[in-house]
């Protein structure tokens, strides 16, 4: 203020006018949220899909599957590109393994744990214990991460976000308007479920579901460089698709009478996903004026191998790209199965720490994200690697 007022009354004096001109362009830089660390957590138990060859399937009329195991297991993994899955071991929860991703994003960025502003714990069902599918939701997941980490810094702010499986990419979008607010500089975004012990032994859909955790340190940086988040678009389809996953009786249901797991209507689910999914991604593109061409990788929400591959190629339709370049999508879903909230920055921590080294990243790279899920729930984000 000294240097403002000394500007006002001695407008010729040439250092005031420095330092003034100095002040004003530093204001007059944009905020950009940057991805300054990544962690992830993938559990230690595979699961292969020769596991489920002694389960009992039923379909929703709790009437057996009039197909062998051995038929139901080859369709499920010719339509998914499924082969194993991870599990949490008995003696972990989902604020374990939320812990886990957290301490390797700390780790990776160098920070100071004490200097984060807020974390986000993006998940479905709390800590479900191994033997019953009960959601523990008190205190909040991102108020346990808190406190397994010994942050004693009170300004630390902790809570949960619920949004489906679009719910970690929805935190890095609710993380970046605080960062932009000038008020936060350091978010750790945190996606992590334990899908395995709220899915129907019963039903062909727990193939699908797997466990993990991952976890994305975004810090604000004021600079002229159009870097890190670009641009979003979210929609929500309550109102005709909220009921495509809910929660619903087991298949076989004289075997949990008061239980409750994961339903879904998958038909209807891969209609419209192919019908919005691209959609949400073009609209974030033009936002940030972005065309796809120039797009290095995209990153979708690792749902079902077949979906993906389908939403991309109708992302480069919609947007007269022609075909998907090779490799421009990265895929972990073979071999981790779909982890809900966790799949996406798994995947971009394994980018990150080099396990993937034909997809790595270098600055000035174009990423688009995107996720669907319970809600029914959709979400894209542009970003540039800085």
Request: hydrophobic share 40%.
């Amino acid at each position: 203020m000294d240097t403002i007022r000394g500007y006002a009354e001695f407008p010729r004096h040439e250092k005031g006018i420095a330092a003034f001109a100095a002040i004003r362009r530093y204001d007059m830089l944009q905020i950009r949220s940057v991805i300054v660390g990544t962690g992830s957590k993938i559990p230690d138990i595979r699961v292969a899909n020769d596991y489920f060859l002694k389960h009992e399937f039923h379909g929703p009329d709790q009437k057996k599957i009039g197909k062998t195991n051995e038929e139901i297991v080859s369709q499920f993994e010719a339509i998914t590109g499924i082969r194993e899955r991870r599990y949490v071991r008995d003696d972990e929860v989902t604020s374990d393994i939320a812990f886990e991703a957290a301490r390797s994003a700390i780790e990776s960025s160098g920070i100071d744990r004490e200097q984060l502003d807020y974390i986000i714990v993006a998940h479905n069902f709390g800590d479900v214990r191994s033997g019953s599918n009960r959601s523990d939701l008190v205190p909040a997941l991102a108020a346990r991460v808190k406190a397994k980490l010994e942050i004693r810094n009170p300004r630390t702010v902790t809570f949960d976000l619920i949004f489906g499986c679009p719910g970690w990419l929805q935190g890095v979008i609710q993380a970046d308007y605080m960062i932009r607010s000038g008020n936060v500089q350091r978010v750790m975004v945190i996606g992590a479920d334990t899908l395995s012990r709220i899915s129907d032994p019963h039903d062909r859909d727990s193939l699908i579901y797997a466990d993990g955790a991952g976890a994305v340190i975004l810090e604000g940086r004021r600079t002229p460089e159009e870097v890190g988040m670009l641009s979003h678009a979210v929609r929500s389809d309550t109102l005709e698709h909220s009921g495509m996953l809910f929660m619903g009786r087991s298949n076989k249901n004289e075997a949990f009478l008061e239980s409750l797991f994961l339903k879904m209507e998958g038909r209807k689910l891969y209609k419209y996903a192919l019908n919005t999914v691209a959609v949400a991604m073009k609209e974030a593109l033009e936002r940030a004026g972005v065309d796809l061409r120039e797009v290095k990788k995209v990153l979708i929400h690792q749902a079902n191998g077949k979906m993906d591959e389908a939403i991309l190629a109708a992302l480069y339709h919609l947007c007269g790209a022609g075909t998907p370049p090779p490799g421009v999508m990265p895929m972990t879903i073979s071999w981790l199965g779909n982890s809900s909230v966790a799949t996406i920055p798994t995947l971009l921590d394994l980018m990150c720490k080099g396990e993937m080294p034909e997809h790595a990243l270098k600055a000035g790279d174009n990423v688009i994200f995107a996720s669907v899920g319970a809600g029914m729930n959709i979400n894209a984000v542009v970003y540039r690697w800085a």
